[in-house]
Nanobody, 122 residues
Framework: QVQLVESGGGLVQAGGSLRLSCAPS????????MGWYRQAPGKQRELVTS???????NYGDSVKGRFTIFRDGAKNAVYLQMDSLGPEDTAVYYC????????????????WGQGTQVTVSS
């Protein structure tokens, strides 16, 4: 059973930085797209950023220029470097893997991490 294991959340002051990490447990053959979503209280879950297997990146407008996603193909891990954080970035951040295969012949499935809390104080 594959699980996405996240780490790196916490409390930070406005203007500070945090780095989130996400790596799948279990046997992994390939992952098409990995990304980060977030959900603030009372709001819908939104895409923060994603990166595909060719390292093509996509960012939400609210984080462009402040957040950077990068991927370690050897570890099947994805990282989110968050700089210039503001109170509006406070949310639970979720890692997502799209099109994950555990072997060459397995079907593709999607997975969510358990979420990690990021709180930015003003």
């Amino acid at each position: 059973q594959v699980q996405l294991v996240e780490s790196g959340g916490g409390l930070v002051q406005a203007g500070g930085s945090l780095r989130l990490s996400c790596a799948p447990s279990g046997r992994i053959f390939s992952i098409n797209i990995m990304g980060w979503y977030r959900q603030a209280p009372g709001k819908q879950r939104e895409l923060v950023t994603s990166i595909n297997s060719d390292s093509g990146k996509n960012y939400g407008d609210s984080v462009k220029g402040r957040f950077t996603i990068f991927r370690d193909g050897a570890k099947n891990a994805v990282y989110l470097q968050m700089d210039s954080l503001g109170p509006e970035d406070t949310a639970v951040y979720y890692c997502h893997a799209n099109g994950l295969r555990t072997s060459r012949y397995s079907s593709e499935n999607n997975y969510w991490g358990q979420g990690t809390q990021v709180t930015v104080s003003s």
